[in-house]
C-alpha cells in the first residue's frame, strides 16, 4: 500500500473541498481558491472533515498516481489556508533586485537590467538581498522562483548570482599562481 496515499488529508476549519464529476478538485479557502483535474483512475472521497483517496488495483502506475494524487490535494489544502513562501537571495558586488509596480527588476552584472512581470496569483517583494516570491499554488511559486534563479545561477567561485535562500553552494579553488 502506498505509504503517502493512504494518509487521509485533514481539511482545517474555513477551508471547503469539492470533487466534481473525471476528479476536478476544486478547493476554497481564505486565501482563495484552487482548481485541479486530477488523474480519473483514483477515487477521492470527502468524509468528515478528511480526504481520502483509493486507487482501483495494485498496478505500479496505480501506486505511483495514488501517493501523487494525494499529495497534490494536500498541496492545494495547505496553499489555500497558509500560502506558499519561496526566498531567494541575490549575491555579488553591483548585483541588487528593486519593485517597479508589479514589475521586479534585476541589475546582475548584464549590459541591462532584467525586467520580470510577477505572474497572475503571485506576488514578489524585495527586502535588501532577499527576494520573497509568495503565493498560493506550491506549483506556481516554485516556477517563478527557479525563473528568476534562472536568470544569474550562482557560480562556485566566489558565489555570485541568485540562489534559493537555504540553498548551499559548492565553493571551487580558484587558479593558484606559479612559483
Known amino acids: 500500500m ?3 496515499g493512504r494518509l487521509p488529508v ?3 476549519a474555513g477551508v471547503e473541498v469539492k470533487v466534481a464529476e473525471n476528479n ?3 478547493v476554497k479557502g481564505p486565501k482563495g481558491t484552487l482548481e485541479r483535474a486530477l488523474p480519473v483512475e483514483m477515487t477521492i472521497k470527502v468524509e468528515d472533515g478528511h480526504v481520502v483517496v483509493t486507487r482501483p488495483n495494485d498496478l505500479k502506475k496505480m501506486k505511483a498516481l495514488h501517493g501523487l494524487t494525494r499529495t497534490l490535494i494536500q498541496n492545494m489544502v495547505i496553499g489555500v489556508s497558509q500560502g506558499y513562501e519561496k526566498t531567494l537571495e541575490v549575491n555579488g558586488v553591483g548585483y541588487r533586485a528593486a519593485k517597479q509596480g508589479k514589475k521586479l527588476v534585476l541589475n546582475l552584472g548584464y549590459s541591462h537590467p532584467v525586467e ?7 506576488e514578489s517583494k524585495v527586502d535588501g538581498n532577499k527576494i520573497i516570491v509568495s503565493g498560493i499554488s506550491k506549483e506556481k511559486v516554485g516556477q517563478y522562483a527557479a525563473e528568476i534563479r534562472d ?3 550562482p557560480e562556485p567561485y566566489k558565489g555570485k548570482g541568485i540562489k534559493y535562500a537555504d540553498e548551499v553552494i559548492r565553493r571551487k579553488v580558484g587558479k593558484t599562481g606559479k612559483k
Not at 116 to 122: F, N, Q, R
Open 116 to 122: 520580470m512581470e510577477d505572474p497572475e496569483g503571485l
Open 2 to 4: 502506498s505509504r503517502i
Open 24 to 26: 476536478v478538485v476544486t
Open 151 to 153: 536568470k544569474r545561477k
Open 10 to 12: 485533514a481539511v482545517p
